[in-house]
């Protein structure tokens, strides 16, 4: 047992492996200073001898990699420009081949330091010309020791690994292959079981290091990172299997179907049949909720796919059986307009105990932080006294204050906005643990769902109900014709004329904070500086639009975030109820808000939106039947990289599709971004999108091995690698908070 030392990573570096001199150096320039974190420093890249090309040889245009002997350098002065010029000639006669080729670097002074005459290196970058012979300019490099074999040697990748000013790719090389070489007979524990290694033929642990930085092939390093791959899905996924037979085991109060209860009497009241996902979902729902442990369910579909009527009879059925169900909304907007629809939709049967109200009929109520003290008081009682069957608020409904009698489903809807702390300090109010759903319209790719919500059993709505009339979308792009707005109003004017209404919507408010509407966790893309164009504001587009001749004699709205309740109140009924025609508003509108007589959304600078939050904004129209259009307008140039997301945006209504481009076009990290991953911020060699496979394989094995092994008491190596993630990932949480 001598060599399976426990958290053997965690050893600091010592003499044994490293001279003092070149510890120091790591510590100093990267922060390294224990075994696993050196280990850990991967090569960005290998420069491969197999495309190595002689100097005679070489392409003219392309990207080359070659190994040559500095022959002289010069240094002078430009003449033209400020700075130093360098001068190398290499050959690479080492090679046994002639040639030589120069090299030219603009005020290369690390370049001009080391690129002296007799040293070797690897260049690479593209070729060009230069009167008439090809060069390289400002090529980069990596050294080569003398005296560390001889051409030999020099056929097996290189290593590259992220450098900085202090330190060099080589000298890592250096400090990575001292530590090798120490460590050379010991074995380091494997959390990758045997079976699972031997089944698919992976490089254990000990050989993957020595492959991932001293390759012989570049197809060992690629075996490697394979490996180092799946270790960490599989780690992954064994955290997030662990934590599914946990909930599992845990209790919670059983919410069997009542015959003839509420949730009979109301499927018995719609005007419209289901559609089948409702159907299949609602009978997995009614399953999850009669089970005696805890349903953690993530119902993703578009939105008006009909999640929240499904919601709905999920919490009718919570209510039949003797318990309480709370939704939670991101908005004070959205729980006010969810209170609104789900009394409307329940009609008698939320009016219990009131004149007129069905018999054994519930109530639902609403809490939010700007409700009067009285109607709060009144509120809290209703929630506290059980009267309440439905409590619909914000995170109001996370204060300490407020009780249930007994809680036993919690629906938060769209959960992107929705931390994992808040859906935990709500779990806290029941007594036993409540039964949870989770609505997202965000269409969410299925290994994203598994990486981010693995710990979530997933239900999708696919379709949607009948009657949904289609939307086009057309960007309208101002800087190739600026007179295109009007045709928008114009545009506009005609659907209202028709008897529709028309939403408008803008990026910020406008008023002296200048900034987002934050309070709708507006997601505002950052345009390249220079483009940075003056943003629409609702205030003066409110403003502006009175002056718009094709809008003459039009009741406009104007709705943001900062108004106060009242009064958003007020504009919102206006819209609804038709008297008013224009809602000039920020992205208060983008979820949850059902008007079906909207036919026209006009999206001023579009670009500055996120792909799901166009396609979120506009399935606000097109629900009543008649086909909607939806503008998007920007201030881009057409060459704009950000004109990609709107062109994506019109070319399909399919969210899946979309919510897949936006993967390729957005950066990993926005994706499982700190509000999304809740935490999972330690995926190093995992992409999401990549690495499906990988991360499909990892969960089916890291299911099985829970399964039959709930503790891991036959895989130590596995428990502990889980402890370090699990630990790290809580460090980068709490670094976060
Ligand atoms: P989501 O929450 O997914 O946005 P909702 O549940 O709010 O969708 O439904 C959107 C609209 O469609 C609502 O007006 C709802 O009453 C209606 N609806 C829901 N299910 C159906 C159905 N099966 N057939 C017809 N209309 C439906
Ligand atoms: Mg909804």
Known sequence: MENRRPAELDLPLNLKMLSPKLQKQLEESLGISSVGQLLNYFPRTYLAPGELTALAELPLGEEVTLIARVQSANSRRMRTRKGKLLDVVVTDDDAGRLGTMHLTFFNGYNAERQLTPGTRAVFSGKTGSYRGQLTLTNPRYSLLDEGEGGVEEHLRPVPVYPASEQISSATIKTCVYQLLDSLAHSQLNDPVPSHIAGRDRLMNITQAYEMIHRPHEVEDAYRAQHRFRYQEALVLQTALARRRAEALAEEATSRPHRQGGLRDQFDASLPFSLTAGQRDIGEQLEADLAAAHPMNRLLQGEVGSGKTLVALRAMLQVIDSGGQAALLAPTEVLAAQHYQSIRRTLGPLAEGGMLGGAVDGTRAVLLTGSMSMAQRREALLAAASGDAGIVIGTHALLSENVQFFDLGLIVVDEQHRFGVEQRDALRAKAAAAPHMLVMTATPIPRTVAMTVFGDLDVSTLTELPAGRAPIATHVVGLSENPRWIDRAWARA??????????????????????????????????????????????????????????????????????????????????????????????????????????????????????ISQLHQLRGRIGRGGHPGTCLLVTQLEPEHPSRERLDAVAATTDGFELSQKDLELRREGDILGASQSGGRSALRFLKVIQHAEVIEKARKDAQGLVDADPTLADHPELEEALDLYLNAEKEAFLERS
């Open 493 to 610: 004017r005609e659907e209202i004329d028709a008897g529709r209404q028309v939403y408008v919507v803008c990026p910020k408010i406008g008023d002296s904070q200048m900034e987002a509407d934050s309070a709708d966790a507006l997601e505002l893309y950052e345009g390249p500086p220079a483009n940075r164009q003056e943003l629409t504001s609702v205030l003066e587009l409110f403003e502006s639009l009175s002056e718009v001749p094709a809008l003459a004699g039009v009741n406009k709205g104007l709705l943001h975030g900062r108004l106060d309740p009242s009064e958003k109140a007020a504009t919102m009924g206006g819209f609804n109820d038709g008297s008013i025609s224009l809602l000039v508003s920020t992205t208060v509108i983008e979820v949850g808000v059902d008007v079906p007589n909207a036919t026209l959304m006009v999206i001023m600078d579009a670009d500055r939106f996120g």
